[in-house]
Nanobody, 114 residues
Framework: QVQLVEFGGGLVQPGGSLRLSCAASGNIVSIGTMAWYRQTPGKERELVALISSGGTRNYAASVKGRFTISRDNAKNTVYLQMNSLKPEDTAVYYC????????WGQGTQVTISS
């Protein structure tokens, strides 16, 4: 069982930046894909960005060019640098990893508002 803990959410004005981090711990054999998802009330959870174990990245069209996903394999940590934030980026952000099965973090609230 892998545990994921997210850090870095908060309230930011439009145009601002935030950096989310997510650390994996527990019975880690190896970690494959790591990703960030987000969810707003009444909507399905959506993929924001993912990064493979080899470093290949994919982004949702809505965040491409503004968000950057990265990972530190030595620390079993994934990051999401979010720039030029918009009110529509407001959501609960969830960390995901695949390590002999899927694991999810508890979520961290990101609110973009003036």
């Amino acid at each position: 069982q892998v545990q994921l803990v997210e850090f870095g959410g908060g309230l930011v004005q439009p145009g601002g930046s935030l950096r989310l981090s997510c650390a994996a711990s527990g019975n880690i054999v190896s970690i494959g894909t790591m990703a960030w998802y987000r969810q707003t009330p009444g909507k399905e959870r959506e993929l924001v960005a993912l990064i493979s174990s080899g470093g290949t990245r994919n982004y949702a069209a809505s965040v491409k060019g503004r968000f950057t996903i990265s990972r530190d394999n030595a620390k079993n940590t994934v990051y999401l640098q979010m720039n030029s934030l918009k009110p529509e980026d407001t959501a609960v952000y969830y960390c995901y990893c695949n390590s002999l099965g899927p694991s999810w973090g508890q979520g961290t609230q990101v609110t973009i508002s003036s």
